[in-house]
Structures are given as structure tokens and as C-alpha cells.
């Protein structure tokens, strides 16, 4: 079947603005996680999704980050008032079952451009 | 605090020249090590995921191994095609997974 897709691809946006970043898993794969990617650096955990449960937001940077998502379905990422620092690969990925014991789906991330 | 480090940062090997790739890491509460290969411009892809010390898992040229501290992948006679970012992540207790910043990998023909 499909894999995990993200869109856009690519957004270029000006300081200040919002965005939202769209993310939509695997059929059926409970747990969805959100990472931010820096250039040159490592996979940042940003927000875990785990079937109805309370997400688990520990990772997110500040409160200009915020990510829903519709029972185990969608899950859009959003930033309020862009900063150049959040310029990032922003990558969604879905597992199957508890995110203990399978391997996470990554999709194609979405690149972001802050001017 | 929790760290995942892994060397070397960039590796470049011949055609059929074995070698490993290493990642340390101290993490309390290990529940998984996690081995990913991301191709540019695309998400990491799901290798080899290990639970316990002395575990081994292998496919075709990639083999990877695990101790109490660190985890190795091994290469054997590599070929261009495993050219790409090999990540290493550890998963502790809880929800979170903490990745490194990858070794890249070239294989010249």
C-alpha cells in the first residue's frame, strides 16, 4: 500500500508568518511521531501520537508549535510566527502498533524555508 | 544525559572494502537501538532494530551488532549502491527516540 506522505514538499515562507505542515500516515498505523531535521544534524523528536491518548508533546521547542491530528488518521504540524531557527526538514513518521516493539515509516518530510 | 554519538562522520570505501560503522550511547532505560539508512532528500528507511546486549541482525551486506554501550554496522564488500546517511537512534523508557547525526557513507566503483 502507500507509504507515509507529507505535503508540501517544500515551503518557503517569510519571518513572522504561520504555517502548517501536513502529514498522513500509513493505513491503520496508530502511532505517529513528528521529528525536525537541521541541516548536519540529528532527528529532533518534536510530538508523539499514540491511537486516542493524550499526546505526548515533550519535544516541542515552544509554544509557537502545536500538532493535531484526527483520531488515527491526519496530523497536521503547525508554527505560529516563523523564525529562521525553525528552518528545518520536518519528517513524519507512523508505526503499526505500540512504537515500543516496531519499526517507524518515515515519509519524504517537508522542507522549510524561513526568510 | 542522554547521548547517541556516532563515528565516523563520513566514511569513503572502495568497492568491496569491509568496514564498520559505530554508534555509542548513553541512555537509561534502553528499550531499543535502531539502525535507519536515509538516501538524500528522502526519509530515513527502516533497517535493524536490536533489544538486548550480544544481539546480532543481518541483510544481505549489512550486519549489526549490539553491547551494553555501543552498536556496530558492519559492511561487507559494500557496493555503490549502499552509498547514503546511515542513522543510529536508541529508544529509552517512554515515547521518546533519540537520534544521531548519522555517518555518510560512499562507495567508490
Known amino acids: 500500500g502507500a507509504g507515509v506522505s507529507q505535503s508540501p514538499s517544500n515551503k518557503v515562507t517569510e519571518k513572522g508568518k504561520d504555517v502548517e505542515l501536513r502529514c498522513d500516515p500509513i493505513s491503520g498505523h496508530t502511532a505517529l511521531y513528528w521529528y525536525r531535521q537541521r541541516l548536519g544534524q540529528g532527528l529532533e523528536f518534536l510530538i508523539y501520537?499514540?491511537?486516542?491518548?493524550?499526546?505526548?508533546k515533550s519535544g516541542l521547542p515552544s509554544d509557537r508549535f502545536s500538532a493535531e491530528r484526527t483520531g488515527e488518521s491526519v496530523s497536521t504540524l503547525t508554527i505560529q510566527r516563523t523564525q529562521q531557527e525553525d528552518s528545518a526538514v520536518y519528517l513524519c513518521?507512523?508505526?503499526?502498533?505500540?512504537?515500543?516493539?516496531?519499526?517507524?515509516?518515515f515519509g519524504p518530510g517537508t522542507r522549510l524555508t524561513v526568510l | 544525559e542522554d547521548q547517541v554519538t556516532q563515528s565516523p562522520e563520513a566514511l569513503r570505501l572502495q568497492e568491496g572494502e569491509s568496514s564498520s560503522l559505530n554508534c555509542s550511547y548513553t541512555?537509561?532505560?534502553?528499550?531499543?537501538l535502531f539502525w535507519y539508512r536515509q538516501d538524500p532528500g528522502k526519509g530515513p528507511e527502516f533497517l535493524f532494530t536490536l533489544y538486548s546486549a550480544g544481539e546480532e541482525k543481518e541483510k544481505e551486506r549489512l550486519k549489526a551488532t549490539l553491547t551494553k554501550k555501543e552498536s556496530f554496522l558492519h559492511i561487507t564488500a559494500p557496493k555503490p549502491e549502499d552509498s547514503a546517511t546511515y542513522l543510529c537512534?536508541?529508544?529509552?523508557?517512554?515515547?521518546?527516540?533519540?537520534f544521531g547525526t548519522g555517518t555518510s557513507l560512499t562507495v567508490i566503483p
Open positions: 541512555v537509561s532505560g534502553l528499550r531499543g
Open positions: 501520537f499514540q491511537g486516542n491518548s493524550a499526546p505526548d
Open positions: 513518521a507512523s508505526s503499526s502498533r505500540g512504537i515500543s516493539y516496531n519499526e517507524q515509516f
Open positions: 537512534a536508541v529508544q529509552r523508557t517512554g515515547n521518546q527516540f533519540y
